[in-house]
């Protein structure tokens, strides 16, 4: 009966795990991330009332993130972009109300960099 018990238990955590390790769905909101790197461009982003387009260009040592972020939803909530730079996370401005757009420029060290489009 133990042994029962103890399987049952580790296929329940195997589970978890599992659930837990799903990809993240734009359907509910949830921020979209990619590794953007030199001479990249990133068309037409969508999560659940957010919208953006930005591209990457290099120089110096360091890569530059420019584009816009749009609201695209009547639901209270605000559209954003941010980068994270291994010296600190720049931030778009926040778009919002719907269908309120802002262009952002980010700059920092490096060859690439995660930038997000999400909104709360």
């Keep these: 009966m ?4 103890a ?3 580790a296929l329940a955590a195997g589970a978890l795990v599992l659930a837990g390790a799903a990809p993240a769905s734009a359907a509910f ?4 991330q990619t590794m953007g790197s030199c001479g990249q461009v990133v068309n037409d982003v969508k999560v659940s009332g957010g919208q953006a387009s930005w591209s990457h260009s290099c120089s110096g040592g360091n ?3 420019s584009g ?13 972009v ?3 730079y291994s010296n600190g996370t720049q931030w778009s401005a926040r778009a919002c109300p719907t269908n309120d757009r802002k262009t952002f420029d980010f700059n920092g ?3 690439s960099v995660p930038v997000y489009l999400f909104v709360s």
Excluded: F, S
Aim: net charge positive.
């Design 2 to 5: 133990n042994k029962r018990l």
């Design 7 to 9: 399987i049952a238990g």
């Design 29 to 32: 909101g949830d921020p979209i």
């Design 63 to 65: 890569i530059r993130v």
């Design 68 to 80: 816009w972020v749009k609201d695209t939803k009547a639901d209270g909530k605000c559209a954003q």
């Design 82 to 84: 941010k980068a994270e």
């Design 109 to 111: 060290p490096g060859n």
